[in-house]
């Protein structure tokens, strides 16, 4: 594919694409015509249900089960699916693991589980993903493939509370920018950093109502609203259906970024 300024045709992993937020970028992308392969690990059933609705709207859509905490299980889960869909153009690594620990409560084997599956999954995604795209008549000139990392607000400062994870995800940005210069000009790079997303489903009046527990668990919000899921997912169409983007990191938190080291997890 020499250009994605329509994304129609083209086919995208997404990485943890049954729930949450990887179910927003799954929809985004199949309303553009989007070809979609959802990677899950546990959630089979809102897979299967996410594939039976996606397919309804005209576009191809596979499902992989994988573990990413592994080499092995990343190499298995982009092999299965390019057999399934044909061919990769896109990957957005949106699976990542949470866990609140300290610098003092957090063990070894916490920090490992953070980087295994928020850092180390998304390099080795990206490195077997590569494989497939810069081979046989993909290597003329032109973009032929692109990659998205989801990052976190966090990255913009520093916090208590979750280290394992804010390190991970830092690794993560500084990956997007490194990748991004490594492999030009055939593939771009970007990040989105999500703030507090509102969960799927939840109103925004319900939130409203619930304003005080909000504040206490997203912070302060300088829009004085919490992003949604579908926000995330199109500033990642934004930068989808771009050409000239590679190497940037766009926040979708309104505007927390902004304020710097401003909550204790």
């Known amino acids: 594919m020499a250009a994605f300024m329509n994304l129609r045709g083209a086919t995208a992993l997404v990485t943890g694409g049954a729930v949450r937020i990887g179910r927003a970028i799954c929809e985004a992308l199949a309303e553009k015509g989007c070809n979609i392969v959802i990677h899950y690990n546990r959630s089979s059933g809102e897979a299967k249900d996410l594939a039976g609705r996606l397919r309804k709207t005209g576009v191809e859509v596979s499902t992989v089960k994988g573990d990413l905490s592994s080499p092995s299980g990343c190499r298995r889960i982009i092999v299965e699916a390019v057999k399934k869909a044909g061919k990769l ?10 866990h609140k620990d300290s610098l003092m409560s957090a ?3 916490e920090f490992a589980q ?20 810069l081979s046989g008549d ?31 995800k830092k690794m993560l940005a500084e990956l997007t920018r490194e990748a991004a210069l490594e492999l030009a000009p055939h593939i771009t790079v970007n990040g ?28 302060t919000i300088p829009l004085k609203k919490r992003s949604t899921p579908e926000d995330v997912a199109r500033a990642i169409v934004f930068l989808l259906e771009s050409d000239g983007i590679t190497g940037q990191v766009i926040f ?14």
């Not at 953070?114 to 795209?133: C, G, H, S, T």
């Not at 993909?138 to 520093?158: C, Q, S, Y």
């Not at 979708?252 to 997890?265: A, E, F």
């Open 107 to 109: 063990t070894k084997a």
């Open 89 to 98: 153009d896109i990957l957005v690594n949106n699976a990542a693991v949470f």
């Open 138 to 168: 993909r290597t003329g000139p032109g973009v032929k493939g692109k990659i998205i990392n989801l990052l976190d607000r966090r990255i913009a400062g520093a916090e208590g509370g979750c280290l394992p994870y804010l390190i991970s």
């Open 252 to 265: 979708v938190d309104g505007g927390q970024h902004l304020l710097g080291n401003i909550l204790q997890s």
């Open 192 to 219: 989105v950093a999500p703030g507090a997303v509102l969960a799927p489903g939840l109103r925004q009046t319900l939130a409203e109502k619930k304003a005080d527990r909000v504040k206490d668990m997203a912070g």
């Open 114 to 133: 953070e980087l295994d599956v928020n850092f180390l999954a998304p390099v080795m995604m990206i490195k077997e993903f590569i494989k497939r795209i």
